[in-house]
């Protein structure tokens, strides 16, 4: 078993079943995660501790196949066990630096925009092979992760128990123990996932994919609207957000001519009402096979003026990394090719 994978929970309940004090998983997390451990040898237990922690866990990670690296963006093509491939995308920002995971090989959404769409989906990433993207951004950059977006290749709540856990092990004391505000997990749509997600004891931030203020324009854009339909994502949405007590993000990708007129706008803030939601506009990215263009300046600025007078709390993302391929799966359907 590969050590990366295990919860604090877990972990405690290996050590009881081998007849160990359960304090003892602290220690492993600790040594691992915050000094870097990469030998049970170097945590101080006894030898026999050790030789059994040893036996039943292995500290691999992905093997990194290729790295584009530029001043504020970094980006690792990975290779798995099985010979499948994944993303991680590491930004430099003021405030910490920042990495995007992903949570599947390949997607099975369709999102007409999407370059992770046209991978078509393979498998879900166990728990290890997501915290492992994690890691290996930080020993081969040499930084400490301070925020966590799970927005690269899949969907999150199409393989939610492992990104459950992957957020348990992000969250634990005595190890990476990045807040819970400072991890976002992203999804299309999913509404039994998003509800399930809100009630779990201490769930992550939650952003959802909008891309389209009505059930038309998005059942177009993204095929999982067909299945969950606007009143009932948004609905799901404010479910989360009054249990959780949390904002919910809109992700607003910009689409030149589709989705990026005032009307759109108009109709968005509609949408949002009252609601503790707020919108984040997001540049396009485009790809090689794409039949979509950026958003000018001049109507990104006119579609964030008209939220704002609408009340609606907006921020447009910052770009990161165009130059390296960025958009979630380019690298991977390269190297698919």
Aim: with cysteine.
């Amino acid at each position: 078993m590969n050590i990366f994978g295990i919860t604090p929970s877990a972990l405690s309940e290996y050590f009881i079943s081998k007849g160990e004090n359960p304090a003892k998983a602290a220690l492993v997390f600790d040594a691992i995660y915050r000094k870097k451990a990469t030998s049970f040898y170097d945590i101080g237990f006894s030898e026999r501790v050790t030789e059994m922690l040893q036996k039943d866990f292995d500290f691999s990670l992905p093997q990194i196949i290729e790295k584009l690296d530029s001043n504020d963006t970094a980006k690792l093509l990975l290779r798995l066990t099985d010979g499948e491939y994944v993303e991680t995308v590491l930004m430099r920002q003021k405030f910490g630096n920042c990495i995007c995971v992903s949570t599947q090989v390949g997607c099975a959404m369709g999102c007409r925009f999407c370059q992770s769409g046209r991978l078509k989906k393979r498998r879900n990433l166990f728990t290890h092979e997501i915290v492992g993207q994690l890691m290996a951004i930080q020993k081969e950059f040499d930084v400490k992760v301070t925020g966590v977006s799970v927005m690269g290749i899949g969907e999150p709540f199409d393989n939610f128990d492992n990104v459950k856990r992957f957020c348990e092990i992000l969250t634990a004391p005595k190890g990476l123990e990045i807040g819970e505000k400072h991890i976002t997990v992203s999804t299309c749509g999913l509404v039994d996932g998003i509800r399930r997600y809100a009630e779990l004891p201490h769930p992550c931030n939650l952003a959802i994919s909008l891309h389209a203020p009505d059930d038309e324009l998005r059942s177009e854009l993204m095929p999982i609207n067909k299945k969950y339909p606007l009143s009932e994502l948004i609905s799901a949405a404010e479910y989360f957000s009054l249990t959780a007590n949390r904002r919910v993000t809109l992700e607003y990708i910009m689409l030149s001519g589709i989705n990026d007129l005032p009307g759109h706008a108009q109709q968005l803030a509609d949408l949002i009402g009252k609601r503790n939601f707020y919108v984040n506009i997001i540049p396009y990215n485009p790809t090689d096979a794409d039949c979509f263009q950026k958003s000018s300046r001049e109507r990104i600025m006119a579609f964030y003026d008209i939220l704002k007078k609408n009340g609606i709390g907006v921020t447009m993302r910052r770009e990161f990394g165009s130059e390296l391929k960025a958009a979630c799966g380019q690298l991977s359907a390269e190297q698919t090719k």
